[in-house]
């Protein structure tokens, strides 16, 4: 007992078991992310949904304020909802894109056109909106849904609605999990 507190008070004591513990609960916790993301569909299914649900709010649009010309596009992304826990996990965002150009809203139509997209969302579990501007000119709304996801609507110049999924894993990163228990085995062994 004398030496442990000796060693306390002079800082000579041996602290490798923490060390250890402090690893075996970041693996535990990397482990646990991947067994979380493993149970999601894969960024490849997610996006097939995030695209559903991008042609959803922008027929709703359409259906109330007219057709519009949409320039859409669907990737991948690390995003910020795939850093943290997920950071070596290797995982992607879904983020579908969607802009008519030069065809803003009028101010007058903006609390509609929120209503509208706010229906849609709420249908999809996105219930946490967030204005960000609401004035003449410059229009922005954020929708939170659950795991980081979230839809952008927006009316400055052009009209915009973005969709940005969770953090998913593609199916190639899924295969390498299910087969070496990790995502990448030659990153892993360098970590």
Do not use: K, N
Request: with cysteine; aromatic share 8%.
């Amino acid at each position: 007992m004398f030496a442990l507190v000796g060693g306390l008070l002079t800082g000579c004591v041996d602290d490798s078991d923490t060390m250890s513990t402090e690893q075996e609960t970041d693996e535990a916790i990397t482990l646990a992310a991947i067994d979380e993301l493993m149970a999601l569909p894969s960024a490849e299914d997610a996006r097939s949904g995030s695209e559903e649900l991008s042609v959803e709010l922008r027929d709703a649009l359409d259906e109330r304020f007219g057709s519009t010309g949409w320039v859409v596009e669907s990737r991948f992304s690390r995003g910020t909802v795939c850093g943290g826990t997920y950071d070596v996990l290797d995982g992607r965002s879904v983020y579908v894109t969607a802009f008519a150009e030069d065809q803003a809203l009028d101010h007058e139509d903006w609390a509609e056109a929120v209503d509208v997209i706010s229906a849609v969302a709420a249908d999809h579990g996105f219930d946490d909106p967030l204005m960000l501007a609401e004035g003449p000119g410059l229009h922005q709304l954020e929708i939170f849904g659950d795991r980081g996801s979230v839809i952008r609507f927006g009316s400055e110049v052009s009209l915009g609605v973005t969709v940005e999924s969770g953090c998913y894993l593609t199916d190639d990163t899924r295969a390498a999990i299910e087969e070496f228990g990790v995502p990448d085995p030659g990153r892993w062994a360098r970590l």
